[in-house]
């Protein structure tokens, strides 16, 4: 089946946002991304905070152009097309859903105007059939129509968060990435807006990619989970292999620390802080962190490895090994990291 998005070598570069006047410090968000989305797949994102989940989604969208490598949607460029087609394709095939509602939406438009502007701007249908797909959508994500003239304010959390769903699906999309799209809600409203988003999937035929840091929700709605760290892809892992079978130190260490995944265990234990996007490590960007790190990881960043699972790839020069358990590797990474006595 043909990809519906696919990144290769894709890399974001910032500009620092700190910094006097004579420094000017890039900050390496996104690092030689490959990545391939099919149609009706759910795609987890994990990582620590700043690790580029956010850059990856917006680069996979269409609206955050990438420093360099490319982007293509159905096998074409994005960024080499024009303009207007360029809108045209990123409009019709994408959707994108916020952290937050309350910011995501225009405060001084009604439910009906949020739903009609993206059918105005990209021309879709007669008045009257606009009108038409504005109810569509709102039953399609449970909203009662007379919430329809309702301002965003006049709305609960979880409707704000109903219409920005009901936003990103306007233009029929094929894929919809998700950047955390609960974590502003209250706890009550979560599983209602994640159950929503799977039965849209199911009902739609929709590929989703789905940011967050609740790992325990990601591994529950993704079919497959990219772990990213310092801007790099590090892993991708069938979902149900992730907890206890991936290969990655990185991916084991963070599905290690999340309470209520595995048997009781302590957190394997890692080398000091995620360093600064600003100064990536050389090599491998974990080595800093990882027990089993050596020269050959300062010296360069590996290229995947295929694991035996399909679709289940890492960059690591020490791999954990296939069937080796999380509670052995936390008393691996305990005798390395503990300070000598
Ligand atoms: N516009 C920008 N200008 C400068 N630096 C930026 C910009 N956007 C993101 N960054 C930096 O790029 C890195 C990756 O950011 P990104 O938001 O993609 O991470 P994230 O994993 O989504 O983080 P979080 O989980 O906290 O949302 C971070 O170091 C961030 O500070």
């Not at 987890?44 to 490598?69: D, I, Y």
């Not at 990655?248 to 080398?271: K, M, N, Q, V």
Request: charged residues 25%; glycine residues 8%; proline residues 7%.
């Amino acid at each position: 089946m043909s990809a519906l998005v696919e990144l290769s070598d894709a890399h974001v570069v910032h500009k620092a946002r700190t910094g006097g006047l004579f420094i000017r410090d890039k900050v390496y968000a996104l690092t030689g991304a490959d990545l391939t989305i099919a149609p009706g797949e759910t795609v987890g994102v994990v990582g620590e905070s700043g690790c580029g989940k956010s850059t990856l989604a917006k680069v996979l969208v269409g609206v955050q152009r990438p420093t360099s490598g490319m982007v293509a949607f159905g096998g074409r460029d994005l960024w080499a097309m024009r303009p207007a087609e360029r809108r045209a394709a990123v409009g019709g095939s994408t959707g994108m859903i916020f952290q937050d509602p309350s910011t995501a939406l225009n405060r001084r438009l009604t439910v009906r105007q949020i739903l009609r502007d993206p059918l105005d701007v990209h021309d879709r249908g007669t008045r009257s059939q606009r009108e038409a797909r504005v109810r569509e959508l709102t039953s399609l994500v449970g909203l009662p129509r007379a919430l329809t003239d309702a301002l965003p304010g006049q709305l609960s959390g979880g409707q704000r968060q109903r219409v920005a769903i009901a936003r990103a699906l306007a233009l029929d999309p094929r894929l919809v990435v998700a950047d955390e799209p609960t974590s502003a809600l209250d706890v009550s409203v979560r599983a209602q807006i994640l159950n929503l988003l799977l039965d849209l999937k199911e009902r739609l035929g929709l590929a989703l990619v789905f940011v967050s840091h609740d790992i325990q929700t990601v591994r529950r709605m993704s079919d497959r989970v990219i772990t990213m760290y310092l801007g790099r892809i590090v892993e991708e892992s069938p979902a149900a292999e992730v907890t206890d079978r991936s290969r990655h130190p990185y991916t084991r260490a963070l599905f290690s620390a999340t309470p209520g995944l595995l048997d009781p265990i302590d957190p394997i234990p890692l080398i000091g802080p995620v360093p600064s996007a600003t100064r990536p490590p050389s090599g491998c960007p974990f080595r800093t962190r990882c027990w089993k790190a050596d020269q050959v990881c300062a010296s360069s960043m590996p290229d995947f490895t295929s694991a035996s699972a399909s679709r289940h790839r890492f960059r690591c020069h020490h791999p954990v090994e296939e069937e080796q358990s999380t509670r052995d590797l936390v008393r691996q990474s305990s005798s390395h990291t503990r300070e000598p006595s």
